[in-house]
């Protein structure tokens, strides 16, 4: 049974980077696909990008200047950076499979 388990800062200043990383358990992310996605307040979901098994990576075109995906195969572990952050990236974040599972999701808020 495949559990994700989300970690990193809730709290992040303008201008400086979000980073969040999701440790896989029960698979390994050589055998699925990955995706972080977020949903401001208000908002519906929105995609961000997307991790084959393989290891390539698709941005969303929108996110895709500033957004950085990795991973770490040894430690079955994704992460995501997403840099010179405002206001307007302030909302919960998700990593899950392409299957329908989910990590428990962050609350990031972007302030000073």
């Known amino acids: 049974q495949v559990q994700l388990q989300q970690s990193g800062p809730g709290l992040v200043k303008p201008s400086q980077t979000l980073s969040l990383t999701c440790t896989v358990s029960g698979g390994s992310i050589t055998t699925y696909n990955w995706n972080w996605i977020r949903q401001p307040p208000g908002k519906g979901l929105e995609w961000m990008g997307f991790?084959?098994?393989?290891?390539?990576?698709l941005y969303s075109p929108a996110l895709k200047s500033r957004t950085s995906i990795s991973r770490d195969t040894s430690k079955n572990q994704f992460t995501l950076e997403l840099s010179s952050v405002t206001p307007e990236d302030t909302a919960v974040y998700y990593c899950?499979?392409?299957?329908?599972?989910w990590g428990q999701g962050t609350q990031v808020t972007v302030s000073s």
């Open positions: 899950a499979s392409v299957v329908g599972d």
């Open positions: 991790m084959r098994a393989s290891g390539t990576i």
